[in-house]
């Protein structure tokens, strides 16, 4: 696609049931980047995967965070046993085609609301 | 560790004045990026710079980057309602092996008539 893609765009889930969120990143990107953001808050790092070394790990607040990412393609967030204060956005961005411009690009954002 | 830091966290002017952001690192960088996040949206790039004292101009917009490479900032002349946003820069930092790209705690510019 164009541009970095999530899904699903809004997830509304009860406390202590796991949520699975998703991201596809621009083809190519060797970076992807994990974020979560609060209702009016910045944006607060989650993990970072570059190529193929080892994930950038030391943003994931609790061990109920984890991420995946196949190859340079598709990741997945998942969260179990979700919690009310993990209610928020969460961003992913790509970057990093070589050659290519070196800004990070963002999806859409998954709103997440634990209730 | 190793931080970016912006000031003021929030500001609220008429349009019509002048804003500005700064962003402070505790490690030289690389480079200094700028991010605009409209309300609701997602950040989307606004600049990179790259060279030490560096500035460049979008517009209404002024960027620049300081001597030492660990500071930058970023001014609006003469805002309109259509800057309103939260405004990051963000610069890579060393973790390891790899250098990744932190972002500032950013700036909520709110502009009104």
């Known amino acids: 696609g164009a541009g970095v893609s999530q899904s699903p765009s809004n997830k509304v889930t009860e406390k202590g049931k796991d949520v699975e969120l998703r991201c596809d990143p621009i083809s190519g990107h060797t970076a992807l980047y994990w974020y979560r953001q609060r209702l009016g808050q910045g944006l607060e790092f989650l993990i970072y995967f570059q190529g193929n070394s080892a994930p950038d790990k030391s943003g994931l607040p609790s061990d109920r965070f984890s991420a995946e990412r196949t190859g340079e393609s598709v990741s997945t967030l998942t969260i179990q046993r979700t919690q009310q204060e993990d209610s928020a956005v969460y961003l992913c961005?790509?970057?990093?085609?070589?050659?290519?411009?070196?800004?990070?690009?963002f999806g859409p954002g998954t709103r997440l609301t634990v209730l | 560790g190793q931080q970016v830091m912006q000031i003021p966290q929030y500001q609220h002017v008429q349009e019509g004045e002048d804003f500005t952001t700064y962003c402070n690192s505790s490690t030289t960088l690389s480079n200094i990026q700028w991010y605009k996040q409209r309300p609701g949206g997602h950040p989307v790039f606004l600049i990179q710079l790259v060279k030490s004292g560096e500035v460049k101009k979008q517009k209404r917009l002024t960027f620049q980057f300081g001597e030492a490479k660990k500071n930058s900032s970023l001014h609006i002349t003469a805002t309109q309602t259509t800057d309103v946003g939260t405004y990051f820069c963000?610069?890579?930092?060393?973790?390891?092996?790899?250098?990744?790209?932190?972002f500032g705690t950013g700036t909520r510019l709110q502009v009104t008539l």
């Open positions: 961005a790509s970057s990093g085609l070589p050659g290519g411009p070196v800004e990070q690009f």
């Open positions: 963000a610069g890579p930092l060393n973790t390891g092996t790899a250098s990744k790209l932190t």
